[in-house]
Nanobody, 124 residues
Framework: QVQVVESGGGLVQAGGSLRLSCAAS??????MAWFRQAPGKEREFVGH???????????DYADSVKGRFTISRDNAKNTVYLQMNSLKSEDTAVYYC????????????????WGQGTQVTVSS
């Protein structure tokens, strides 16, 4: 049975940092991504990490987080991390981890497995 579990959300002041973790069990996924959804808004792409040929990692980011957020992954643990620096109030949202067998995509409809979400609140 596949499970995707996020952790690490919380409350942080603007300019601060948080690190989210996402652990997938039951299968290895080439594509693991982060999305977020703020109240009253649609779910939006944050970034994804993709394995090419099972080992080479490629990361892609939304323009709104490029240079501030970094995705990394521990293949041995089937875990992906989202390091968030220089947080802004507009980063406040529920952050979701998603996984798929193929390489990552920016479209949330391309993902087969989702975590329950973790709240990130940035106070100004």
């Amino acid at each position: 049975q596949v499970q995707v579990v996020e952790s690490g959300g919380g409350l942080v002041q603007a300019g601060g940092s948080l690190r989210l973790s996402c652990a997938a069990s039951g299968r290895t996924f080439d594509g693991m991504a982060w999305f977020r959804q703020a109240p009253g808004k649609e779910r939006e792409f944050v970034g994804h990490s993709s394995l090419i040929a099972g080992r080479l990692q490629y990361a892609d980011y939304a323009d709104s987080v490029k240079g501030r957020f970094t995705i990394s992954r521990d293949n041995a643990k089937n875990t992906v991390y989202l390091q968030m620096n220089s947080l802004k109030s507009e980063d406040t949202a529920v952050y979701y981890c998603a996984a798929r067998q193929l390489a990552g995509s920016r479209a949330y409809s391309d993902y087969d497995y989702w975590g329950q979400g973790t709240q990130v609140t940035v106070s100004s």
